[in-house]
């Protein structure tokens, strides 16, 4: 039995008359009349009573036309849920993070622009140590990512930057240079214990330009892992210039390093050949979001 014989069913039962459902249906009355004979025939239950001047539904026929219409109901959700999740109206995305996207916004911004615009689907987002990240978008375990670059990738994923920032120089309170209202040279750092975050180009580059090598003691992940770090008088560390509006701690202070500004990238990072149009609407939006770029 196909759906076809039960929308026929349906129908006759809801016309009681043969000619009328027939042409409801756009089929001839014999096409008709063959198909419930059919029906009957598959059942082995008589599902109408027929007369010359009348049809009516047997008892067998009414308990079967409730389950049929139920069927053709949950088909019909079945056949738009299809259809929703094809054009991306509905589905899963996966999201990682690392925290300094959302430190600039840039993580929430997307999003929520996202769920005004697709609510019915649903965005998972957690935040994952930044060198993780590639990996696990690579293996599908993530569909979206929010990285802080430079970060040197695979060839199966693409990128978008979404944020221009730059680095600063985080200090211990009580620390010399932190008395300091101008800059603070590169040069000015050589022998400095260094308290290093998840992306280290920063640090490196104060380095170059100080002539010196870094002397990192401590790299514990997360920025805010970082700052506590200087908060303890660990050491000094490079870090992207929003924090300084959205983490306040003790004993921490920021200045702004001396020359051409250090640039770091926020970007959102994704699958070449995404299949999931639930991800490629996210990765679409991601590639139309113009690029925001903070000042020194």
């Given at each position: 039995m196909?759906?076809?014989?039960?929308?026929y069913f349906v129908a006759?039962?809801?016309?009681?008359?043969?000619?009328?459902?027939?042409e409801r249906l756009n089929i001839a009355p014999p096409t008709l009349t063959v198909q419930i004979q059919e029906i009957e025939r598959t059942l082995s239950a008589r599902l109408f009573v027929r007369t010359k001047r009348s049809v009516a539904l047997t008892p067998a026929g009414a308990i079967f036309l409730s389950e049929a219409r139920n069927v053709l109901e949950q088909f019909a959700k079945a056949e738009s849920v299809?259809?929703?999740?094809?054009?991306?109206?509905i589905g899963r995305v996966e999201i990682g993070y690392v925290g300094s996207a959302a430190y600039a916004g840039v993580l929430q911004d997307q999003t929520s622009r996202f769920s005004r615009a697709w609510p019915g689907v649903h965005l998972n987002a957690r935040e994952f140590p930044m060198e993780d990240l590639p990996q696990l978008i690579g293996e599908g375990q993530v569909d979206i990512g929010f990285v802080r670059l430079p970060m040197t990738l695979p060839h199966s994923l693409r990128l978008h930057t979404l944020l221009w920032d730059y680095f600063c120089l985080a200090l211990p309170a009580g620390h010399n240079q932190a008395e300091w209202t101008d800059t603070v040279r590169s040069g000015q750092l050589a022998g400095e214990p260094f308290v290093a975050p998840e992306q280290e180009a920063g640090t490196y580059e104060v380095a170059r330009r100080g002539r010196f090598t870094p002397r990192i003691v401590s790299a514990p992940g997360s920025l805010l892992a970082v700052l506590t770090q200087v908060s303890f008088g660990t050491g000094v560390s490079v870090v992207p210039s929003i924090v300084r509006n959205v983490v306040h701690l003790p004993n921490v202070v920021f200045r702004p390093i001396a020359g051409e500004p250090i640039l770091s990238e926020v970007a959102a990072v994704f699958r070449a050949n995404e299949t999931s149009p639930a991800v490629r609407n996210f990765i679409q939006q991601t590639r139309e979001s113009p690029q925001r770029r903070l000042s020194p």
């Open positions: 196909e759906l076809r014989h039960l929308r006759l039962a809801e016309e009681l008359h043969f000619a009328r459902a027939a299809g259809r929703r999740a094809g054009r991306g109206e």
